[in-house]
Every structure is written in C-alpha cells, then in structure tokens.
T-cell receptor
C-alpha cells in the first residue's frame, strides 16, 4: 500500500513557466514532508521541506504548499529552467519515535523545454 | 565538506555470487540508512542505524542480506547469494539523527546488475 503517492509519472513545461508537482499521502501520522530532486546516475538531492505546523515554505524559485486536511502537498517551481529537468520525489516522515524513516513516492519526471 | 561516499558505483555479478557495498556517511551524522531503488520506483528503506545500532531492519531480507556499522561510522551492506531480482540501485544516506527531524543526504548509489 503506497503511503505516499505521486500520480503523475511525468510533466512537461516550457522554460519560464510554472511547474507544479503534486503529492498525496495517506498516513495521518506523517508530519514532515520533503522534496528531493534526482538527476540520472546520481543520488537524490534534498530540495525543500515543510513541517505540518506550516502550510507554505518558500526557498527562492521553489515553494512547497501543504494541505493537511486533504493530505496533499505540492511543489511549485517558478520560473522553470531547463536545469530543473529531473525526477522529483516527494517524501514524508513521522517525527520522533524509534521508527523514523522517509517514505518516498514513485517520483515525477519533470522536463523543462527551452 | 564531503558528502556521503559510496563504493563501488557499479557492480556486475553472476547470480549466486556474493556482493558487498560500502558507505561512508557525512561526518557527525549519527543516523545511516540503506535504501533500495528499483527502476521507476522511489527509494525503499532496507535498514536504519542510530550510531552502531540497527534500529529498523524490518524491511531487510535477512535470509540473504546483512549489514553492519562497526564503530558507528562506515557501513557495509552484503548480499549472499545474489539473485536476479536484486538488480537495483542501492543508496546510502545519512542524517543528524536522534529526535531531530532533518533531511537525509544521499550518496550517488551503487548500481547492481545480477546476470
């Protein structure tokens, strides 16, 4: 049972436009959410995170929005650049306890066209 | 600062042979993870260490997989014997650990091909 779901395997946008990547989760214990970016033949790289006490976190061109009632988060990239082309993974965890781990979605391949 | 270092980057072995992967985490990171990533999937946790203690190995297939983290720094993950279905990327990650909820930093991974 996938606890973190990224229902769009791929997304294609034009350079300069907004990219919106979506993620849904089912485990109500999750309270910390992260986005990772992965280029081919490299490990995932941390991009941005958000705690469940917030509904928005912004870092430069990247903004993550969290809707706890809908168990949904999204990553906005504005403006999109060709170098943003990569696989984006959504991940979630539950704070504290002895069972802390990151649960990942399957990823969304973003292609930004020049 | 050096990131998480894994070796080898690539490994091709015949089925039924043993294989081992090595990971050196970021200095000062108490928590170390081994993840498995199959093609088209997200990383899945195999084992998590807090210092030298394996605190979550529920997803590790213990009949053929083993791991150790002696002295709470470097770690090795071993498969013996390897099966065709073990072909995947094995990722090591580390984080500060404890009750602090911080991001995990990943190495480049080891791509294993079992033929």
């Amino acid at each position: 049972d996938q606890q973190v779901k990224q229902n769009s395997p791929s997304l294609s946008v034009q350079e300069g436009r907004i990219s919106i990547l979506n993620c849904d989760y089912t485990n109500s214990m999750f309270d910390y959410f992260l986005w990772y970016k992965k280029y081919p033949a490299e490990g995932p790289t941390f991009l941005i995170s958000i705690s469940s006490i917030k509904d928005k976190n912004e870092d430069g061109r990247f903004t993550v929005f969290l809707n706890k009632s809908a168990k949904h988060l999204s990553l906005h990239i504005v403006p999109s650049q060709p170098g943003d082309s990569a696989v984006y993974f959504c991940a979630a965890s539950a704070r504290g306890g002895s069972n802390y781990k990151l649960t990942f979605g399957k990823g969304t391949l973003l292609t930004v066209n020049p | 600062e050096a990131g998480v270092v894994q070796s080898p980057r690539y490994k091709i072995i015949e089925k039924k042979q043993p294989v081992a992967f090595w990971c050196n985490p970021i200095s000062g990171h108490n928590t170390l993870y081994w993840y498995l990533q199959n093609l088209g999937q997200g990383p899945e946790l195999l084992i998590r260490y807090e210092n030298e203690e394996a605190v979550d190995d529920s997803q590790l297939p213990k009949d053929r997989f083993s791991a150790e983290r002696l002295k709470g720094v470097d770690s090795t993950l071993k498969i013996q014997p390897a099966e065709l279905g073990d072909s995947a990327v094995y990722l090591c990650a580390s984080s500060l650990g404890g009750q602090v909820n911080t991001e995990a930093f990943f190495g480049q991974g080891t791509r294993l091909t079992v033929v």
